[in-house]
């Protein structure tokens, strides 16, 4: 069963079905924001992390990579103390890490579109050991899910699915390869 089959309609799913899964993004701020929601859902449903969305951004302060970089240890407290996400020493723990890997990266690459960009394209199973060399808390699934979420890698929609037709429309990385 497709996403495009139970999403449309619902809440929850149904707007980030129409308007952001499988859309090509450049941000880094909302690459590190997709990441981040996808490390948090790991294990969890993905309507939890829908509904814990903006709890998320505003405990993490819109997940601006700079400002999550420089957290320390009370930033950390503070989020381990907030209901409002999902309250995981090692989720949080890796999303501050992973925001300063991020800056890092812009060293190398100017931004973590231009570090995927440039190793596109790959094979799930080597973006899944790419992303492990470079990131915390990056296993298949998330892996997998960040990359179609953002045009990187095909399957976010059945070709019957209207919203793929807009998605071809943009060019995303995985149409072109």
């Not at 449309?8 to 941000?27: A, D, L």
């Not at 300063?100 to 094979?123: N, Q």
């Not at 990056?138 to 059945?158: D, R």
Request: hydrophobic share 45%; charged share 25%; with cysteine.
């Amino acid at each position: 069963m497709w996403y495009c089959d139970v999403a449309p309609g619902h809440p929850w799913h149904g707007p980030y079905h129409e308007f952001e899964y499988g859309f090509p993004r450049t941000e880094d701020d909302v690459l590190f924001e997709r990441l981040a929601l996808e490390i948090m859902q790991a294990g969890l449903t993905w309507e939890l992390i829908l509904k814990r969305r903006e709890g998320l951004r505003l405990a993490f302060e819109g997940f601006h990579t700079e400002t999550v970089a420089a957290y320390g240890e009370a930033d950390r407290a503070r989020l381990l103390a907030d209901a409002r996400i999902i309250r995981n020493r090692l989720k949080v723990d890796a999303l501050i890490e992973n925001a300063r890997r991020i800056l890092a990266l812009r060293e190398e690459f100017g931004s973590f579109h231009g570090w995927l960009a440039a190793h596109h394209p790959l094979s799930l199973p080597e973006w899944v050991k790419l992303f492990r060399r470079t990131f915390r808390f990056c296993g298949p699934e998330v892996v997998n899910e960040f990359l179609m979420s953002l045009g990187w890698l095909p399957g976010a929609h059945s070709e019957a699915c209207p919203v793929h037709a807009r998605i071809l429309a943009l060019q995303p990385p995985w149409s072109i390869t």
